[in-house]
């Protein structure tokens, strides 16, 4: 168990709807990060949260946002959903405080779309 | 950008044969290196890491060297089991500033390993 939980788990949804994913990171860690694995794509970086503020984003599509909250849970919203989004969601968490550089990873979100 | 590049899979091996999965990296300063693993269902979890040149990683049995000069961090293990069944990550972290952003992993495609008894 990484300490890092995601729900849902799964979720089947139709094409042009909005979905949120919620990630809770680990117990002190300041930093949350979304990626998206897909087969075609395999693990992409989607956007990296500090302690609430964002900090860098990668490929993530307009029609996705993300926020973290004074909590420090992180909620990855994506609307306007097509085929392609179909893919699995993990979030990621580690310290602010230690550079390790290891990321925690939860079990993640798997997001069909039909 | 950084990049990293893995051997594609999958890879199928007999119980207790010895194992290798390549890993190059492209990457500017001085990244830390990675394997993850991700079993069937599962997230990806650390299975061993290197933060600096010359550094070995080990762990379960698995080991990778961090070598600069050959960018290249490959997997190894001398015996493998059919537990150890499951897709393998190599990745790099670029590198941390608290002010800033950084330590998100760039990721490898993945490479799937069999065992078969």
């Known amino acids: 168990d990484s300490g890092v939980t995601q729900t849902p788990k799964h979720l089947i949804t139709a094409t042009g709807q909005r979905v949120t994913l919620r990630c809770s990171p680990r117990s002190g860690d300041l930093s949350v990060y979304w990626y998206q694995q897909s087969l075609d794509q395999g693990l992409q970086f989607l956007i990296h949260y500090y302690n609430g503020e964002e900090r860098a984003k990668g490929n993530i599509l307009e029609r996705f946002s993300a926020q973290q909250f004074p909590d420090l849970h992180s909620e990855l919203n994506l609307s306007s959903l097509e085929l392609g989004d179909s893919a699995l969601y993990f979030c990621?968490?580690?310290?602010?405080?230690?550079?390790?550089?290891?990321?925690?990873f939860g079990e993640g979100s798997r997001l069909t779309v039909l | 950008g950084n990049s990293v590049t893995q051997m594609e899979g999958p890879v199928t091996l007999s119980e207790e044969a010895f194992l290798t999965i390549n890993c190059t990296y492209t990457?500017?300063?001085?990244?830390?290196l990675f394997w993850y693993v991700q079993y069937p269902g599962e997230g990806l979890q650390l299975l061993l890491k290197?933060?600096?040149?010359?550094d070995k990683g080990s762990n379960k049995g698995f080991e990778a060297t961090y070598r600069k000069e050959t960018t290249s961090f490959h997997l190894e293990k001398g015996s493998v089991q059919v537990s150890d069944s499951a897709v393998y990550f190599c990745?790099?972290?670029?590198?941390?500033?608290?002010?800033?952003?950084?330590?998100?992993?760039?990721f490898g495609t993945g490479t799937q390993l069999k065992v078969e008894l």
């Open positions: 290197a933060t600096k040149a010359d």
């Open positions: 990457a500017t300063g001085y990244p830390s």
């Open positions: 990745a790099l972290s670029d590198q941390w500033s608290e002010t800033g952003g950084g330590n998100k992993l760039t």
């Open positions: 990621a968490s580690r310290s602010g405080r230690v550079n390790t550089g290891e990321l925690f």
